[in-house]
């Protein structure tokens, strides 16, 4: 990833992304009254880890777990005729019926919203929730599609020749927020 | 006709085994005078010097496929194709449409020829009615016509008795007997040889012993009856041990190798290339150096081609689908040069000698030699000439070559039939 | 990781990394191809066009649904074997294809090296379905994954493999993969359905089934086809299947998880005792159901979705 990119600045250390979920699962808290029948679904790949976290810090402000699912929008992807390179395909486990839940998604960075689209199918292939919700620890906006999430960690402004960058410890081992610009 | 000249080359002689810088003065379509410095005034001249100036070559088996086949070549085609190779006379096999097996066909063959053909051509007649391998031609009929071999060739005369009686009317009349020698219970629906390659690629295999039982039959009958023998394409190991042990105890066989038995293997059918099938098969390592050593030591007299051309559109589907047969008249001085020559396993006048005198000998046909009052056929070879195969070059139809792109050393580059240039290689000499 | 070639031939000339690829991505797809709504969108309007020389309904139906689970419009062919007597080339049927702008072909034909002949004529990836008794690739690939998803991994494992090698594609695909992946593999038969020099594969040739079976992981009876016989290739279904026959006594001679698998369709009381078929250890329909979820994957990354772990992210 690093080639051809250099860094331009580095937007969140580890102390500001642990922050930044608090504060989100504080939301997710207050929006859905209180977690019953709220479910959380991570993006593969780091959408995963943010969804454990989240879970994890909801459980400390309310006592309760909620049940978090992963999953793998590869193949509902709309540009896999344009990419030259395809992401690994990954396994989708969502362990429990999305039917009538409240369902938080959960990536690391919203940009165009195509990934969030193809998320929203697969859910639905799934299953009718009652509601579907979005985080994202970051918005770098440059929306292609109608959609904005309910949840966001900081919006970082960005032009398009830069790349938002989330390195978390469970997938890069190291835990920054970079914005890396194109040479 | 104007006499020809062919100066400062380098004469093979394959009966006397040397080679000596000689001119050679053409008239009247014979040979007329060899020696050094020779001036002859209005002769045309065509210096060759380091080149060598040879017999010219005869194909003991070819298939012209006129009449029948005109698709896949004709005697016009066919024969330019054999001009092209170095060739001079051709004996074309009866596996035509009619099948050459009555006084008929084999002289509408020579008229054809005579009409349209580039070089010699001598016809084979069949052994047996429509060549069903059951009943007797009429060979004194096909001699008289002009036929100077029988074969069956294609097919085996599978009933051993039908081809013990063959063998003795034959001998009676004078013709030699060329012989396909394939069990068709062994090869059954195969189409390649049976081995490893086979194995791994799934396609039906033709075990080794298919050829070897009807050689070990062939050499047993000629054996009984006297009949001068001649083995059709060897193309496994055990078939050269068994012919020449019949030769140690004084058997009338001889036999015949193809450049493609001599330089391909099994191997070469791994991409499904349709132009590897042949009958025959081509078969293992072993059995290339075995055939290679028949060659060297004599036990295989002759370097036939087996020109089997086919149009593209019959090779061009799935493998087991596709006739056997590889065009062979333009490659097979080029391969004999590259990989017999060149690499120190026959001696020039060796080589020259299993392509012109043997083969004519067998089929007792008065070509094969460059001595004075001879017919005027000659070949120039460029030692040094190289080219890779390119089969949309070739002069006859069949392009039907497992060899394109192969790099050869060695190729004829003048053909003289009758005291007349029938092909020349690019340059003026 | 990538595919390095736009055909599934057979798996003699796979790397390890790409069989490795299809195995890993067709366990998300047995997940998807196990849910209610068994279908994802990722080939809306890509064209698969099989064709079925030979009739095969389970190969078939199983190509049928994974390109169906993947949204794909999956057009099939119908082709008599007859046409392929009559000498009518593949390269005709490849003109159609083109004009058909079809994305994948999937072939099934009698004759050894069609796929490949097809393959060099169509811009399409081509999907080898069975070509004669060359190979069967995508049913190497489903035995594969049902054995890794039992034992978790391939190497080391012992895989036994009996009855008419010489006929069998299913046995070269599998010969081929197995020893790529690190597994033993022993081959077992009667020695005039042995093909020649097939030890040089790397598989140990036998010719006593108790031999074969010894520490065995994995046990792949092959259908035996009464045919054969009357080829004068054995004597008689009877003494095959006392020679050559799986039954509960020789069953005890492998390890004692070891696997049943059979490609089908199961030859009852000849190859295989219907008591050994309903064995708890036999895997035969998990065989089955595993074949759509391989052949999703690989028509997902035949029809272009190769894979590259980070760049895309």
């Known amino acids: 990833m690093a080639a051809g990119m250099r860094q331009k600045a580095q937007i969140l250390d580890k102390e500001g992304i642990r922050r930044a979920l608090v504060r989100i699962a504080h939301e997710i808290i207050e929006r859905n009254k209180g977690t019953e029948n709220v479910a959380l679904i991570g993006i593969q790949r780091r959408g995963v880890p943010l969804a454990g976290r989240l879970c994890g810090y909801i459980e400390e402000i309310e006592g309760k777990t909620v049940p978090v699912g992963v999953l793998d929008i590869t193949l509902y992807r709309d540009d896999l005729t344009t990419l030259s390179h395809q992401p690994l395909l990954r396994q989708t486990n969502v362990p429990f019926p999305v039917k009538d839940k409240k369902i938080v998604l959960i990536d690391d960075v919203i940009y165009t919203g195509r990934t969030v689209r193809a998320a929203l199918d697969a859910i639905i292939d799934l299953g009718r929730p009652r509601i579907i919700q979005l985080a994202a620890l970051i918005d770098r906006g440059h929306r292609e599609l109608p959609v904005r999430a309910d949840y966001v960690g900081k919006n970082v402004p960005t032009s398009g020749r830069e790349v938002v960058a989330v390195r978390l410890q469970e997938t890069d081992n190291e835990e920054r927020v970079l914005i890396l610009e194109k040479d | ?429 | 990781m990538k595919l390095k070639r736009k055909d599934l031939l057979g798996l003699a000339g796979l790397e390890t990394q790409e069989i490795n690829l299809i195995l890993d991505t067709a366990v998300p797809m047995k997940e998807i191809a196990s849910r209610p709504v068994k279908k994802v969108p990722v080939l809306r309007g890509r064209t698969i066009v099989n064709i079925f020389y030979e009739p095969s309904t389970r190969t078939r139906v199983s190509f049928e649904l994974a390109a169906k689970h993947l949204s794909a419009d999956s057009i099939n062919i119908p082709a008599a074997a007859s046409s392929v007597v009559k000498g009518e080339s593949i390269k005709d049927t490849a003109r159609t294809i083109a004009a058909m702008g079809a994305d994948v072909v999937v072939i099934r034909h009698p004759l050894a090296g069609a796929a490949q002949l097809l393959a060099g004529t169509v811009e399409a990836a081509v999907i080898n379905a069975g070509d004669g008794a060359r190979e069967h690739p995508t049913q190497g690939l489903l035995d594969m994954f049902t054995v890794r998803e039992k034992k978790g991994t391939l190497a080391g494992l012992k895989v036994a493999i009996i009855g008419d090698i010489l006929h069998s594609r299913v046995a070269r695909s599998n010969i081929w993969g197995f020893l790529k992946m690190g597994a033993q593999v022993a081959i077992c038969g009667p020695a005039t359905m042995m093909p020649p020099e097939i030890n040089r594969t790397g598989a140990v040739v036998y010719h006593r089934i108790e031999d074969a079976l010894e520490g065995a992981d994995v046990i792949m009876m092959l259908r035996i086809q009464r045919e054969r016989q009357k080829a004068g290739l054995f004597p008689s279904l009877r003494e095959y299947s006392r020679l050559f026959g799986l039954n509960r006594e020789r069953l005890f001679l492998a390890k004692p998880d070891a696997l049943v698998m059979h490609p089908g369709p199961v030859n009852r009381g000849v190859e295989i005792t219907g008591e050994v078929a309903d064995h708890p250890r036999s895997v035969i329909n998990e065989q089955v159901t595993n074949g759509v979820a391989v052949r999703m994957a690989i028509l997902y990354l035949f029809a272009g979705g190769g894979t590259d772990d980070e760049a895309a992210d």
């Open chain 2, 1 to 429: 006709m104007m006499k020809l000249l062919i100066k400062g080359g380098n004469l093979i002689d394959p009966v006397k085994k040397r080679a000596i810088i000689s001119d050679v003065l053409v008239d009247g379509g014979k040979i007329v005078a060899t020696g050094t410095d020779l001036e002859v005034d209005g002769a045309m001249v065509v210096n060759v010097p380091g080149k060598l100036v040879v017999p010219g070559f005869v194909d003991l088996h070819v298939h012209l496929r006129e009449p029948g086949f005109e698709a896949s070549e004709t005697i016009a085609t066919g024969t330019l194709a054999a001009a092209r190779g170095g060739f001079t006379s051709v004996a074309c096999m009866p596996n035509t449409n009619p099948v050459a097996d009555n006084s008929a066909v084999i002289i509408f063959i020579r008229a054809r020829a005579k009409e349209k053909g580039v070089v010699n051509v001598f016809p084979v007649g069949a052994i047996t009615t429509g060549s069903k391998g059951e009943e007797l031609c009429e060979m004194a009929g096909l001699k008289e016509a002009g036929a100077v071999a029988l074969s069956d060739d294609g097919r085996t005369v599978a009933n051993a008795a039908v081809m013990y009686r063959a063998m003795q009317y034959a001998r009676m009349i004078g013709l030699p007997i060329i012989a396909h020698c394939e069990d068709v219970n062994l090869s059954a629906k195969g189409v390649m040889h049976e081995g490893y390659v086979s194995t791994i690629l799934g396609l039906t295999g033709i075990p080794a012993a298919a050829e070897e039982v009807m050689v070990a039959r062939d050499i047993i009958l000629a054996e009984a009856t006297g009949c001068p023998l001649h083995i059709a394409h060897v193309s496994a190991a055990g078939s050269v041990r068994l012919i020449r042990q019949a030769r140690a105890r004084g058997v009338t066989v001889t036999a015949e190798a193809t450049p493609h038995h001599f330089t391909l293997t099994d191997q070469a059918v791994a991409g499904f290339d349709t132009n590897t099938k042949v009958n025959p098969p081509l078969r293992t390592a072993d059995d290339v150096q075995a055939v290679r050593n028949g060659l060297r030591d004599g036990t295989i007299d002759v370097i036939a081609t087996d020109h089997a051309p086919h149009a593209p559109e019959e090779k061009d589907v799935e493998y087991e689908n596709a006739p056997f047969g590889m065009a062979g008249l333009e490659t097979a001085v080029g391969l004999v040069w590259t990989e017999l020559v060149n690499t120190g396993i026959l001696t020039p006048w060796e080589a020259v000698a299993k392509m012109t005198v043997n083969p004519a000998r067998i089929l007792g046909i008065p070509k094969g030699e460059l001595v004075l009052g001879a017919d005027a056929d000659i070949t120039v070879i460029d030692p040094a000439w190289e080219e890779e195969v390119d089969p949309k070059q070739f002069a006859g139809k069949g392009r039907n070559t497992p060899f394109t792109g192969r790099l050869l050393k060695g190729l004829p580059v003048i053909t003289v039939v009758g005291g007349k240039i029938v092909f020349k290689r690019g340059v003026e000499f």
